[in-house]
C-alpha cells in the first residue's frame, strides 16, 4: 500500500477528518464490492454512500470557509453606516449539502434598540443571539472595522 502524508493546516482540521473518512468509506466499498466475484451490485447504494461520505467533507469545508469569513470587533462600518457587535452566537448556514453550524458576531445599527428603526424596541428586553430583526452577521469584504 502507497503511504501518502498531508499536512493539513489547524483550521481545516475538521475537513481532514472528513477526507479521511471518505477514503476509509472508499476502501470499504471496495473491499465489499470490487474483488471481482462476478455477485450482482446496486450501484445507485454505492453511489448514494459516496455521495453522503463526499457531502459530509464538503460541510466541513463550508464551516471552515464561513468561519473564516467572521470578524469580532467591537464595531464595523457597512455602507457608510456603524454598526455596533451585541454578541456572539452560534449561526445555522444552509449549503447544498446540508446545514453547517458556525459562531459568528452579530452587529447591529449603531443608535437603534430591539432590532427597530430608531430605536422603537418595544420595551421588550432582547438577547443579543435572539431572533428578532435588525441583526447582521458581519463578513470579511463587506464592511470596514470601526
Known amino acids: 500500500m502507497a503511504k501518502m502524508v498531508i499536512e ?5 482540521t475538521e475537513v481532514g477528518k472528513a477526507m479521511a473518512e ?6 470499504r466499498t471496495i473491499a465489499r ?6 455477485k ?6 454505492v453511489e448514494r454512500q459516496f455521495s453522503q461520505s463526499a457531502s459530509k467533507t464538503e460541510r466541513a469545508a463550508h464551516k471552515a470557509a464561513l468561519q473564516s469569513l467572521d470578524i469580532d470587533v467591537p464595531a464595523v462600518i457597512i455602507g457608510g453606516e456603524r ?17 453547517v453550524q458556525v459562531e459568528r458576531s452579530l452587529y447591529r445599527k449603531s443608535g ?3 432590532g427597530q428603526p430608531g430605536g ?25 472595522r470601526a
Open 8 to 12: 493539513v493546516p489547524e483550521e481545516l
Open 22 to 27: 471518505q477514503l476509509a468509506e472508499l476502501q
Open 33 to 38: 464490492h470490487g474483488n471481482g466475484n462476478g
Open 40 to 45: 450482482a451490485v446496486d450501484y445507485a447504494k
Open 83 to 99: 454598526y455596533t457587535r451585541v454578541g456572539r452566537c452560534e449561526g445555522q448556514y444552509h449549503t447544498m449539502v446540508g446545514s
Open 112 to 114: 437603534e434598540r430591539g
Open 120 to 144: 422603537q424596541g418595544g420595551g421588550r428586553s432582547q438577547s443579543a443571539c435572539g431572533s428578532s430583526g435588525g441583526w447582521v452577521a458581519a463578513r470579511h469584504g463587506t464592511g470596514d
